[in-house]
């Protein structure tokens, strides 16, 4: 094939998620075919963000800012926060245009197989977030998997005493099914059908 540089690229390329070997290759190639015009904006592109984007220290969302444009919106509703597993999932309801509050990504779900315990959970942020702030809602918005649903009863537990109003978005959501794999009307339901935890 290409020498050491081209398989070095088609290496890295493959690690993407939805990117195989061969797939890999075929980007490889489309990108060496036209450098300037695919693979130089591409690098920059990819430099620029390696620099400039960070997570947010209010809600952990990826942006260049910090708060970011979601939380020092003006126009947002603070007084609910949409809880999601990762930004993935943010970016999916954001997406979707059914939603005007805040968000608080969590990191992750409680699993014990894969070893994520309470404590490696983005869970004290939200607890001050909700006891400094007109908080009135908080709406979980978690996959509808196992380790989804344990997380979201472990945090109807801890959030409950602080004096919110504890939802889990409804129907729409399948089970086993990622949010930020949904298309936007499937989330919109969701959303709009979600119920006390």
């Not at 908080?135 to 978690?142: R, T």
Request: with cysteine; hydrophobic share 45%; glycine share 12%.
């Amino acid at each position: 094939m290409g020498g050491p540089e081209v398989e070095h690229l088609i290496g890295l390329l493959a690690k993407l998620p939805g990117m195989g070997p061969r797939s890999a290759r075929r980007a490889a190639l489309r990108m060496l075919q036209h450098p300037e015009a695919r693979m130089l904006p591409l690098a920059a592109a990819l430099a620029e963000a390696a620099r400039a984007v960070k997570s947010c220290a209010d809600c952990g969302n990826l942006d260049s800012r910090d708060p970011c444009a979601i939380c020092a919106g003006q126009n947002r509703d603070r007084s609910i926060i949409c809880v999601v597993e990762g930004v993935g999932d943010l970016w999916a309801l954001e997406r979707a245009s059914v939603y005007n509050g805040l968000y608080h990504v969590l990191g992750g779900t409680l699993s014990a197989l894969g070893g994520v315990r309470p404590e490696d959970l983005n869970v004290s942020t939200l607890a001050t977030r909700i006891a400094d702030g007109p908080v009135k809602e908080v709406i979980l918005a978690l996959g509808a998997t196992v380790e989804g649903a344990t997380t979201a009863h472990w945090l109807t537990d801890r959030l409950r005493p602080l004096g919110v109003t504890v939802t889990r978005v409804g129907q729409g959501v399948p089970m086993g099914g990622a949010l930020d794999a949904l298309d936007d009307g499937t989330l919109a339901a969701a959303l709009r059908a979600r119920r006390v935890s």
